[in-house]
């Protein structure tokens, strides 16, 4: 007799709500639908203030926390030495700035840390609520000279345990293992070193393990890929989705429209539920009985 597969939690959440109406309103149907457990939201889009009230709906059954946004968007306030047109730079560039230590000097420190508080405001102020987590956009939250300002806000504002931050992090053994896009997924794995433990000795709890890294290609088989991400995925992992209804607003901003697309056909329908029960996998809340 065939032994069924434990039973796992895993933590489904879809960056990027708030970037445009498809993306907010593909999250917002999955998450009814029961096929996503959160979001992750960015607040300085023009989009936040409407569509943030969309959210009252799910935002009791469903991780709902900030998306920290440094890149390719427009700051919440003025950042004059961060983004001294008024827009911010690409990742690759702001990847660099961090790594070679230009994010350390005490301007660029202000702006960074009064951004932060401009986004997590903008959180609550139109939520009503503290978010259930932060991570970055593009991993932004992982950067060196952006690390230590997201864990500190997060420490100070909020109850201890209360609020968890992504960790990145996973074994270079797995993600070879798996064979999707390593390159990509070793340099997010590496930035994330550390992360765990600065993390615990402020009392915030992070997730235990991380997945969902590939290169949006179109073409790529998503089902395919979902079913690596999720085998053999620990317990409390979480996965990181894109997916998004289609939208005009949404094709100007994003060069991954297609792909988003794909991923949110196949997270509604039927083939996902049934990889689901094969895997032994339920999706559920990180935030629900975590201690850091």
């Given amino acids: 007799m065939t032994v069924p597969p434990p039973i796992r939690t895993i933590i489904l959440n879809a960056d990027d709500y708030g970037l445009s109406p498809g993306v907010s309103q593909g999250i917002l149907a999955l998450i009814r639908q029961g096929r996503l457990s959160g979001t992750s939201c960015m607040t300085a889009t023009p989009f936040w203030p409407e569509h943030a009230p969309w959210l009252a709906e799910v935002i009791d059954r469903a991780d709902v926390g900030l998306h920290l946004t440094l890149t390719d968007q427009e700051p919440a306030g003025p950042c004059p030495a961060l983004a001294p047109n008024g827009r911010f730079g690409g990742v690759g560039d702001l990847m660099v700035r961090s790594l070679t230590g230009r994010l350390m000097g005490p301007a660029i420190q202000a702006d960074l840390a ?15 609520r503290p978010p259930s987590h932060v991570d970055g956009h593009q991993h932004v939250h992982l950067l060196p000279g952006v690390r230590g300002l997201v864990l500190d ?18 074994p270079v053994a797995a993600i070879l293992a798996r064979g999707v896009d390593s390159v990509k997924a070793v340099i997010i794995a590496t930035l994330a070193r550390g992360l ?12 235990q393990g991380f997945r969902g890294v590939y290169d949006f290609g179109p073409a790529r088989d998503f089902p395919a890929l979902m079913a690596k991400f999720l085998d053999p995925a620990r317990d409390r992992a979480l996965i990181m989705v894109h997916p998004a209804l289609s939208d005009d607003v949404l094709a100007g901003l994003d060069p991954v429209v297609a792909s988003r697309q794909v991923e949110q056909a196949y997270l509604s329908g039927d083939a996902f539920a049934q990889l689901l029960d094969r895997s032994g996998v339920r999706l559920g809340r990180l935030q629900n009985g975590l201690t850091p």
Wanted: with cysteine; net charge positive; aromatic share 6%.
């Fill in 196 to 207: 765990a433990g600065a993390a615990a000795r402020r009392g915030i709890p992070t997730n």
């Fill in 114 to 128: 009064a951004e932060i508080e401009r986004q997590l405001d903008l959180f609550e102020v139109h939520t009503g």
């Fill in 153 to 170: 806000a997060v420490a100070r504002r909020y109850p201890r345990g209360g609020v968890y931050v992504r960790d990145c992090s996973e």
